[in-house]
């Protein structure tokens, strides 16, 4: 990292570039500390040299955009895009699971291109379980890129930071602890690039008992079918909007429910939070703000205030100084984990997991494909095929596979997907029932927890 990140080489920025790139949440959190470490560098008077790319572009920094993870020649273009005309490029691809298509491809390019790219992969799985399905249009895998890479790390030409963070709470769920540790790792890293005294890192606690109150709070809105609002300051603010954006693939939530402005630009200043949420907040609705004392506090009371008039479930995630050093990243990360509670633990109480299995998750592209049809398979025993038959027969709402589906690729299966609902529970309802398509979607339309809605059909299975 140093050999391109040092004070140093930093006032030369015309020539050298870091670039910070992932998928879905790992590309938020590229997003994310790329502007951070900007503005680092900034306060310490050097130039910007940080820069981000994300699958799906500037849209999927608020909006679950999955597809784009499925394309690796997409993810090269972009960086070949963004280091236009830079001699010496640090790229950083993030995939906790080492498994998106989009980054190998970008890896991929460096590697083609060590003239000018050193690239570092970080995710958190043992080199060996990097996934080994070819990347659409070539031959390559992840896995296949990552040996090339282990091979050149010997030389320090290329970088592989994967620490085992062993499994998520809820299965798969990798923007829960895979996404805190890559935030962790590149800040120490970062830090200890750019400054010149030891780094250490202390990330303070939060009270569980109070985050579980307020999970609580929140789920009583959501199983209300009413809605949850972050209100946010600053970066923790920002924490907000990633944290609401992740709730559409991982547990099949409607915006509305997470309550996330969009238009077709979004719309997320306070004002916009004025003029269109406030009008139609009700005492169902809750509100969670996102601050600390280094904001305008009385412009947080001020809001509050006027929300209040509303809602009385108004909760304040409050970050204090108070004596003790909370730094920036401390805060940070707190409220990133406190976030995580908030918005799994009430997807939990609202019935959206079975065991630790997400069952409700959205299907948009080929990992997401893979696992539901795994999970299917952990849940009803069925065979493999029997299990990505429903699955298909759920994703084009038929009974019977016509020749037409079963010759359409899996980016057409993914696509197709994206425009239905309830996909998991209703190929797994049938699977578990032997029921029809338009059965299965009575009993989910009847019982509309979709825990209990499985719990049901593995009793009388
Ligand atoms: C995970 C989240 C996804 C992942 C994305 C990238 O909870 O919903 O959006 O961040 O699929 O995964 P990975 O393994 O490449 O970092």
Redesign the pocket.
Known sequence: MAAVAKPGRMKDPQDSLVVLS??????RLAFFMASGFNRELQRLNYAPICSYVIAGGDRALFS?Q?AP?DDPTLGALRLKKVSEGKKRVLFIG???????PF?AGQLDFCLRHPDVYTPVLV?FNPAHQARNEPLPGCTLTFRSVVTRMEELAKTQKAFLINPALGPEAIS?????K??SA?KILLEVVFSASFSRTPVTFKYAQWGYGRAVQKILFVCFSLQCGRQVCYLGWGSLGLLGLIDAS?CK??FGSKHSELLFPQGPEFSISHDDFLDRVLPRLTDDDAVLLLYSDSDDVDEVAKLAHRVREKTSNIHGAYHQTDGVVSSSRQRELSTKLLLNAVSTGAHILKGKVFKNYMIDLQVT?S??YRRAARLLQELSSHSESQCEEALLKAIYQVDKLSEDIMTCSLKTHTHTAGKAKKVVPLALVCLLTGCSIKEAETRLEQQPIVREAVEACLKSS
Do not use: I, Q, Y
């Not at 993030?94 to 998106?100: K, M, P, R, T």
């Open positions: 992932g998928c879905g949440t790992s590309g679950s999955e993870e993030v995939s906790c699971g080492l498994s998106a980054v995710g798969g769920s990798s923007r829960m895979g996404g890559t992740e693939p991982t592209n990992k997401l």
